[in-house]
């Protein structure tokens, strides 16, 4: 996740150092208690905070408003009114993940990972504190707002791996399906809570003196490239994996691209180059492993034209229960659907992109194929997390993640599929996969961007 | 406007006065629907309850395909009666379970004119069948096919009369209670055509003069069993049926797109082949119209529908692709639904043209059809009227909405399955994966649970 961040298409932040780690003051206690056995209690924020911040309503957050304040350079209102933005939707964000964290059992929340997690959130909640009860209003609050902004996105960089390695040692404790339950909501709630907060970063960069004069009118509004091509971002994550392949076999498979290659989007282009790379691994691996890395790869991007069905229809006939993992409430949901309807361009139809990427690789075997969407935590071993390297099954993986540091401790972990659908489906998309054994793979992609923007 | 006059009737069957004004007040009344199926109009007579409760209460013995095709393997006198008597009891039990599902409806649906000629339809054939005696001889297994063949002739207008009552009856009821009545009559249907034409051409191949008690060779038909199905050769033929049918409403040859076949060509297994016909042929008709109505105006040769046959120890997977622009994402949510969406009302318009041609016109283009299709292979050409085959040949241009939810019925029912997916823009894949049935026993487990309805 790591490398997603730090790709060189938006300028980075330099991020605040001294930042606080609470654990550490509880290491002197006698007699020898480890750091982790238990959640410090110093955290500065207090129960009833939390759990008066959690019962908020927690608003969905769309594609059209992370651009409705406008095309960068924004003006000092419309920056401050993105600030105030990201400041109402992030606590009550936050206080229901540090809920969902206390809920789970203490045996593995007083794990040393998932502890350093919760640990991460308290500390982040505690730090939005002295705002989130007033607005901001000054220039220079919005700039001290911003660096906690990336503070907030700094110390959340590595959680899934920490995550994914800490329900490994607790595996004996908790059952599968309650962690992927658990991780489901975890990692959709990390996608919008981060795409908030980089979304304010990226636009207060874009916004300053300096970083725009040269450039010209830029597509990207914050995070968001509002003339996405799938077709380019297809092109350089093939570049990208097809190197390692070749590295790692001595092959690469080759790759037909067809359909409408010339198609445009809004959409978040970290998003799709993470899916993408993803899905072709996946692909490229099965042809080369199956023998078969003469047969190419082929990928259609179809576009749709625009449809009349909206966000707005689409979030209005979702219902929030407990067995879906969305990352806002009903509460929040019927909120936004009855009061934010004419105030965003919600009305205009979006575009739909459809990527299917078919291989010859030989398909998912049957007794796989219901496994594919599952974290499968349960099928690698602790020498496997600690030792990727050295497993062939997952080499690709592992080297494909040793490029962005701390994000190869995720590699071979299987999370690929169902990370890569959690992304496709934060804004309405989603991932389909049909095996057809003994012969190949189909993967369908589709991907929601945003009306037209002014 | 047919329930409150029924109502009257069967309550006040004395007030002759009474009645007659009001049927002078309906009279007027009479809407565009009531008229169109007049017919049916009539109401039904009252029954004693008693004699289904006690067919109701019976249970309903499941049969496999397996066991369909080893039964009539090696055919004999004994085997044939032992046949002829499962269908004899298996037959009303059946019809009895639907009628009662059927009854448990609310009373508006069930005196919707089309759901109420099924209702009769149901009835007449279980009396018919509940009153034949034990079958002894080959002469009263005769007799007995001739009544079963013309309860299946005359029930070939059932498809049709109950997607229309079930879209008629849409607001009546919630959908899903409506779904999923038609998904039970549906599959219910299937199972009892089965096991009666099954036994139909078990008789067939008994009366033949070159039959010999023996085993058959393994590219043969039993009974309506073809044992080495060929993917490629049905849809090669499916597909040439379909392409003719659209050239002969076109007039135009060029617009037509061709079909290409890859993959595992030589991939059999044992199926019902009028099944697969059925659900290849639309697939494939709906990628036809597709690809033409999205090349409609360009001079340019449409693309062609490619179809890969992928075989696996377990199972046949069949995928279509078509470049016919893909599936408007409104209407994706109600692809799979018999009574739900936004083109109900053409829907109903060409419903109501298939019963009239399931009896005439349809049926000649259907074996001329076939026939020019099927010459080119030499693919057995033994085949009865099924209701299918009204279905299978209509005009490429009558839509009637049930294609897919029908085919995913009918795929099912032999433990396989059907999946979409649609690139809006710019073309379909549908996956057909046949389950090869008869080297597994917990696909029979499947089977049964699913005849079990």
Known sequence: MADLLSRGWRPVLRFRSERVRWYTSVASFPPAVPTWSHPPSSAQ???????????RPRRPVTLADLVKHGRPPLSPNALLSSANYTLAL????????????????????SNPHISQIYNNYLHSISTLLPYHKRHITTLQEEEQFTETMADLVHTHNNTIPILARGFLECRKYITPSEVTKFLEQHLRARIGTRLIAEQHIALHMASQPGSYEEKGVSPYIGVIDTALRPAEIIRNCDAFVSEICELKYGVRPSLILNGEVDAEFAHVPVHLEYIVTELLKNAYRATVESGNERKPVEITIAAAPNAPHTKLEALKSLLVSQDTSHDFSQEGLTEYCNTEGDAIPLN?????????????????????LPNIWAFNFTTFSNNRTSNADNDNIDALNAISGSGGGNSSSIAGLGYGLPLGRAYAEYFGGGIAVESLYGFGTDVYLSLQGVGKIS | ??????????????????????????????????????????????????????????????????????FGRTLTEERLISSANYVRSELPTRLAHRLRDMQKLPYVVVTNPHLSTVYELYYKAFETLRRVPLIKTVEENDEYCKAISGTLKEHLAVIPNLVIGVLECQDLVQPHIMEDFINTMLRARISRRVIAEQHLALTETFDSPWHFPEKKSESEFVGEVLLRCNARDIVKQSGELAQQLSRKATNSDSAIPEIKISGHLEATFPYIQSHLEYIVGELLRN???????????????????????????????????????????????????????????????????????????????????????????????????????????????????????????????????????????????????????????????TRASIDAV
């Open chain 1, 45 to 55: 924020i207090s129960d009833e905070e939390i759990n008066r911040l959690a019962a």
């Open chain 1, 90 to 109: 992030l606590p009550p964000r936050l206080a229901h993940r540090i809920q969902c964290l206390r809920n789970l059992p203490f045996i593995v929340v």
């Open chain 1, 348 to 368: 205009s139809a979006a575009q739909s992109i459809t990527i299917r990427i078919r291989d010859q690789g030989g398909g998912i075997a049957p007794d796989i």
């Open chain 2, 1 to 70: 406007m047919t329930l409150p006059l029924k109502l009257f009737q069967n309550q006040c069957e004395g007030s002759i006065i009474q009645y007659w004004f009001y049927k002078e007040q309906s009279g007027e009344r009479t809407s565009a629907s009531a008229k169109r199926c007049c017919k049916a109009a009539r109401p039904s007579p009252w029954r004693p309850a008693s004699i289904l409760d006690d067919w109701v209460d019976r249970p309903i013995r499941p049969i496999s395909l397996r066991q369909l095709f080893f």
């Open chain 2, 287 to 445: 990628s036809i119209l597709a690809v033409m109505e999205k090349n409609h105006g360009t001079c340019s040769k449409p693309p062609p529908i490619e179809v890969l046959i992928c075989e696996a120890p377990q199972h046949v997977v069949i995928r279509i692709s078509d470049q016919g622009g893909g599936i408007p994402r409104d209407i994706v949510p109600y692809l799979w639904s018999f009574n739900k969406g936004p083109k109900n009302a053409a829907r109903l318009r060409n419903l109501e043209k298939v019963p009239a041609m399931a009896a005439t016109v349809d049926e000649l283009q259907t074996s001329s059809a076939r026939q020019g299709a099927s010459s080119n292979h030499a693919l057995p050409e033994k085949r009865r009227d099924s209701s299918l085959s009204s279905l299978s040949s209509r005009p490429p241009n009558l839509r009637l909405g049930m294609g897919l939810p029908m085919s995913r019925v009918y795929a099912e029912y032999w433990a396989g399955s059907l999946q979409l997916h649609s690139l809006e823009g710019y073309g379909v894949d549908v996956f057909l994966q046949i389950s090869k049935l008869g080297n597994q026993n917990e696909q029979i487990n």
